[in-house]
């Protein structure tokens, strides 16, 4: 249980002080072992953070997380002792985050050094601690070209990545481990994917247009805005024209080529892009299996707003007690993963990972394969998704699949690595297409 302790009424939600005390539980909560978006859905459903407050403290916290190396190595040059309690931890690595790229966060050193003390003096629990916050802060401008060299000797203090997980990038990919750890430090863009069922790409950048709002089209559906904005300000998205979904995400539901009448399954389907991808493309039967009920609803959600219908059901992929015995045209396999390949988008999962959780979720996903292909018919089709760099989870799990059970492996992108610039800006995927052979 994420542990979450609220301000006094009086604290000011439009102030930086405000903001940065909710940050600064979410991100102890991340040091506990709890997911971020967990934390921020914990901490606005306890607090009464108005929506631009909400906005403020998410943006604080993902700072946080994607310079929580480098600000961990400060801290351990600046502080005596590790800070205690975790709240005062989080609160000053988010308040490094924003001094050490003073520039990218536009507030000034000497306006987060004031507000980081009166969130330390608001916050029930680091009251006691205001003397320690300034210290601490003022004595990072003060000596900063002193300690910055100093923080950036070690691997996490240059790339604000565990060191196991640069050593791994490095082992992988010779060639590109640094883009690679520098793609996953940038700020993702909002891209959309545009409901060919309700507008063309043409039409939905002219709208965009019209709506003072910049952006290119970057894939077959994808369109991507210079400036990212609340969903509820997209025109159309709340009548379904468009989604958000990464353009390496929307690869997957073509990779498919489904036809009207065809009987599929979109297995761990949640949060249900790609359901709602795939059933943009053609009329389908369409299953979606998911093992929580929650995230299910979420896939109800998205699809009432896309005003698409398919069959949601609770289910673990690793049995069969939930399928009817019929089999599947297509299915669509975006099996567990370490994610490693959205950490732009999720920058916890870089200091929530573990070396083990490679070869743990590589087992899970060898029995979801498995059995998966047993509901395929022959000549069908199955598409291996995941969202990993690390060849065990994808290449090798891919090479591995194809031999155990004879199966076609069909033209598929392999593995797309993570870029950011501006011709190319996607997160990294694998994928591996293959067909059983015919009865």
């Given at each position: 249980m994420i542990q979450i302790s609220l301000l006094p009424p009086g604290a000011k939600a439009d102030s930086l002080a405000y903001q940065l005390a909710y940050?600064?539980?979410a991100v102890a909560a991340v040091r506990a072992g709890h997911a971020l978006p967990q934390a921020l859905a914990q901490i606005f459903?306890?607090?009464?953070?108005?929506?631009?407050?909400?906005?403020?403290?998410?943006?604080?916290?993902?700072?946080?997380?994607?310079?929580?190396?480098?600000?961990?190595?400060?801290?351990?040059?600046?502080?005596?002792?590790?800070?205690?309690?975790?709240?005062l931890h989080g609160l000053l690595v988010t308040a490094l985050a924003l001094l050490v790229n003073e520039e990218e966060s536009g507030y000034d050193s000497f306006t987060?050094?004031?507000?980081a003390v009166q969130a330390a003096a608001i916050s029930p629990e680091m009251s006691f601690a205001k003397g320690v916050v300034n210290a601490i802060l003022r004595r990072l401008l003060r000596e900063r070209a002193t300690l910055m060299p100093q923080a950036t000797k070690t691997p996490p203090g240059t790339w604000n990545y565990p060191t196991w997980w640069i050593d791994r990038l490095k082992a992988a990919y010779p060639e590109q481990w640094q883009a690679i750890l520098h793609a996953g430090n940038q700020a993702p863009p909002l891209t959309l994917r545009v409901n060919r069922r309700r507008a063309t790409v043409a039409q939905y950048l002219d709208t965009l247009q019209q709506a003072g709002m910049a952006a290119r089209q970057v894939g077959p559906a994808a369109v991507r805005l210079h400036r990212p904005v609340p969903v509820q300000?997209?025109?159309?998205?709340?009548?379904?024209?468009?989604?958000?979904q990464d353009a390496a995400a929307q690869l997957a539901a073509p990779l498919l080529d489904v036809a009207d009448g065809m009987r599929v399954l979109d297995a761990c389907a949640a949060p249900g892009g790609k359901t709602?991808?795939?059933?943009?493309?053609?009329?389908?039967d369409l299953q979606a299996l998911d093992h929580d009920t929650r995230r299910l609803q979420r896939i109800a959600e998205n699809?009432?707003?896309?005003?698409?219908k398919a069959r949601l059901t609770t289910g673990d992929a690793r049995a069969d007690d939930w399928w009817d015995g019929q089999p599947f045209d297509r299915i669509l396999a975006d099996v567990p993963c370490t994610a490693s390949g959205i950490v732009r988008r999720h920058p916890d999962i870089r200091w929530l990972r573990r070396k083990t959780d490679t070869a743990q979720l590589a087992t899970l996903s060898t029995q979801i394969l498995d059995k998966l292909w047993q509901m395929l018919r022959p000549d069908g089709k199955?598409?291996?998704?995941?969202?990993?760099?690390?060849?065990?989870?994808?290449?090798?799990?891919?090479v591995a699949f194809a031999q155990k059970h004879n199966a076609i492996r069909l033209p598929a992108p392999g593995q797309l690595l993570p870029t950011a610039s501006e011709t190319a800006d996607h997160d990294g995927l694998f994928y591996a297409l293959f067909q059983k052979p015919g009865a």
């Open positions: 940050a600064a539980q459903s306890r607090s009464d953070a108005p929506a631009p407050a909400r906005g403020a403290i998410q943006d604080l916290s993902y700072r946080a997380m994607r310079s929580l190396g480098l600000t961990e190595s400060l801290l351990g040059l600046l502080a005596n002792k590790p800070p205690q309690p975790e709240v987060v050094v004031d507000q300000q997209l025109p159309g998205f709340a009548e379904g024209v468009v989604s958000v709602g991808h795939l059933l943009e493309l053609a009329d389908l699809l009432d707003r896309l005003q698409l199955l598409l291996l998704v995941t969202c990993s760099l690390w060849p065990q989870e994808s290449e090798q799990q891919a």
